[in-house]
């Protein structure tokens, strides 16, 4: 991989750290598989697909699944990205085949048998080489045969942009520390006002409906007792048509046993696979570090490139608490707000900072942006690696 004597992007620079660590792993890997052919999908793979398992503690029988897609461009040459995807908890198949990765799931017909799948024209795979991994163990087809290993430990997690969502009841929530069991009554009555409110709309991308990620307990008993009568008949049980979403259908689809067979998971590791799987940081991931703003400001202002980006439908985690941890760094403005452009229609809106750390807020995009406005997401994307200005 040649970096033309510039300096890589934060992103970058911490993906090829990963790969040495992964090189140096080599003889740690159980298995990986090159895939051609994935179920749901017509004729062969147009890009390169490995699977695969890691050994974490060959004692203790832990080990994360990954997805490494080539880049259709040129892959020696072409940057690498690890993308982590967050909750903790949620598997890398949100990148694959829902975000920016090189899948998305067939939505405007779906009967209860195995979803369809196409090739994104989007895909950031297409002029970037890119790994998602299911992390932490427990997370999609990651496991383990230690129970332990199934708790892990907040070494990059961030909690003042909760705190921040809760900014328009902070007059009669001052000095609480925890804000889902507050000791003033007054705050505690806001809370619930504000979570009854919140439940009503899909915070992750407000102005779609309400819709929910998971089969209904019919369609996973079908699925699981029957394999061959799921796959030939429809459900009895398909969700309403505004309500059929590439989340629901990553669910439907990485529980057949066809594309468990084809990606190469072990039978009998996990039970059930989930897309996100929110009992991981419920119950099992302990967030000890209150903020990672103090990293962030060392490793950028040792050089690394870093682009920060947000949808603007996104109630979950708003842009606007996340230009706030960006000013908290207290670097200089040297580009004010301004828009930036795709496909000549206004795509977000941008701040240049100093020590090159740029912020973009990507208009109609949802908590993933990828997902809601790919054309834009690939735009700012392919200027920013390119150390062009958006």
Same mark, same amino acid.
């Given at each position: 991989?040649s970096?033309s004597?510039?300096?890589?992007?934060?992103l970058?620079?911490?993906a090829l750290c990963?790969?040495?660590f992964?090189?140096?792993?080599?003889?740690?890997?159980?298995?990986?598989? @090159?895939?051609?052919?994935l179920?749901?999908?017509d004729?062969s793979?147009p890009?390169?697909?490995?699977t695969g398992?890691?050994?974490m503690?060959?004692?203790?029988?832990?080990e994360?699944?990954y997805?490494?897609?080539?880049?259709?461009r040129?892959p020696s040459?072409?940057?690498?990205?690890l993308?982590?995807?967050?909750g903790p908890g949620c598997?890398?198949?949100?990148?694959l085949?829902l975000?920016?990765?090189?899948l998305?799931?067939?939505l405007?017909?779906?009967?209860?048998q195995?979803? @369809?799948?196409y090739a994104?024209p989007?895909?950031?795979?297409k +002029?970037?080489n890119?790994?998602f991994?299911?992390?932490p163990i427990g997370?999609?087809?990651s496991y383990?045969?230690?129970?332990?290993d199934y708790t892990?430990e907040?070494v990059?997690?961030?909690?003042f942009?909760?705190?921040f969502?809760?900014?328009l009841i902070m007059?009669?929530?001052?000095?609480e520390?925890d804000f889902k069991?507050?000791?003033n009554v007054l705050?505690?009555t806001h809370?619930?006002t504000l979570?009854g409110?919140l439940?009503e709309?899909d915070v992750?991308?407000?102005?779609?409906?309400t *819709?929910?990620?998971e089969p209904?307990?019919s369609?996973?008993?079908s699925l699981k007792?029957?394999?061959e009568?799921f796959?030939?008949?429809p459900l009895?049980s398909?969700p309403? &048509?505004?309500? &059929?979403?590439?989340?629901l259908?990553?669910?439907y689809?990485? @529980?057949?046993?066809l594309?468990?067979?084809?990606?190469h998971?072990k039978e009998?590791t996990?039970?059930?696979?989930?897309?996100?799987?929110?009992?991981v940081?419920?119950?099992?991931?302990t967030?000890?570090v209150?903020? +990672?703003v103090p990293?962030?400001?060392?490793?950028?202002?040792?050089g690394?490139?870093?682009?920060?980006?947000?949808?603007?439908?996104d109630l979950s985690?708003?842009?606007l608490g996340?230009?706030e941890?960006?000013?908290s760094?207290?670097?200089?403005?040297l580009?004010p707000?301004r828009?930036?452009h795709a496909?000549?229609?206004v795509a977000?809106?941008t701040?240049?900072?100093?020590n090159n750390l740029?912020?973009a807020?990507?208009k109609?995009?949802?908590?993933?942006?990828p997902?809601?406005?790919p054309?834009e *997401?690939?735009?700012?994307?392919?200027?920013? +690696?390119?150390?062009?200005s958006?």
């Amino acid at each position: 991989m040649s970096t033309s004597g510039r300096q890589l992007p934060l992103l970058l620079q911490a993906a090829l750290c990963h790969v040495l660590f992964f090189s140096l792993l080599s003889s740690s890997f159980s298995a990986s598989y @090159n895939i051609t052919h994935l179920p749901g999908f017509d004729g062969s793979l147009p890009f390169r697909l490995e699977t695969g398992y890691v050994t974490m503690n060959a004692t203790s029988g832990a080990e994360l699944f990954y997805y490494f897609v080539e880049s259709e461009r040129n892959p020696s040459e072409d940057p690498l990205l690890l993308w982590l995807i967050g909750g903790p908890g949620c598997s890398g198949i949100n990148g694959l085949a829902l975000d920016m990765g090189p899948l998305k799931f067939k939505l405007d017909y779906f009967d209860g048998q195995l979803p @369809n799948l196409y090739a994104n024209p989007f895909a950031w795979t297409k +002029i970037s080489n890119m790994i998602f991994v299911d992390w932490p163990i427990g997370t999609g087809f990651s496991y383990s045969k230690t129970a332990k290993d199934y708790t892990t430990e907040d070494v990059e997690g961030t909690a003042f942009i909760y705190k921040f969502l809760r900014k328009l009841i902070m007059a009669h929530c001052a000095g609480e520390k925890d804000f889902k069991k507050p000791q003033n009554v007054l705050c505690a009555t806001h809370l619930e006002t504000l979570n009854g409110f919140l439940s009503e709309i899909d915070v992750y991308s407000i102005l779609d409906p309400t *819709c929910p990620d998971e089969p209904p307990t019919s369609a996973m008993r079908s699925l699981k007792e029957n394999q061959e009568e799921f796959i030939s008949s429809p459900l009895s049980s398909v969700p309403d &048509i505004s309500c &059929i979403t590439a989340a629901l259908l990553a669910n439907y689809w990485a @529980n057949h046993h066809l594309v468990k067979e084809a990606l190469h998971v072990k039978e009998g590791t996990i039970e059930r696979f989930h897309l996100d799987n929110f009992d991981v940081d419920s119950y099992f991931y302990t967030r000890s570090v209150p903020s +990672i703003v103090p990293y962030h400001y060392s490793l950028i202002t040792r050089g690394f490139r870093a682009l920060v980006y947000s949808g603007d439908h996104d109630l979950s985690i708003p842009f606007l608490g996340t230009l706030e941890w960006i000013k908290s760094l207290n670097f200089s403005v040297l580009e004010p707000r301004r828009s930036w452009h795709a496909g000549g229609q206004v795509a977000g809106y941008t701040i240049l900072f100093s020590n090159n750390l740029t912020f973009a807020t990507v208009k109609g995009g949802s908590h993933i942006a990828p997902d809601t406005m790919p054309f834009e *997401c690939f735009v700012m994307f392919e200027r920013w +690696i390119s150390h062009q200005s958006l």
